[in-house]
């Protein structure tokens, strides 16, 4: 993994649609569950879990807005 919290930071700004934080939540998770995790200082480990957290609340932003929910019933 050698995304930096920067370019993950950046990537959360240009999200565009639902995939794109799919996409980054996968990569956040991932980079949490490496050793290179295990190495940042405590902030920077805060950083990321701060980060996840914006992510996770941007989808349920768009789990509000979706009709297949509607339409599933879920």
Do not use: H
Request: glycine share 2%; with cysteine; proline share 3%.
């Amino acid at each position: 993994m050698s995304l930096s919290i920067t370019e993950l930071r950046n990537r959360f700004k240009a999200t565009q649609d639902k995939f794109d934080l799919l996409k980054l939540r996968e990569d956040v998770t991932a980079l949490m569950d490496s050793p290179q995790f295990q190495q940042l200082s405590q902030s920077d480990r805060n950083r990321v879990e701060d980060l996840l957290v914006e992510v996770v609340a941007k989808e349920e932003q768009y789990k509000g807005c979706d009709p297949w929910r509607t339409i599933m019933g879920y």
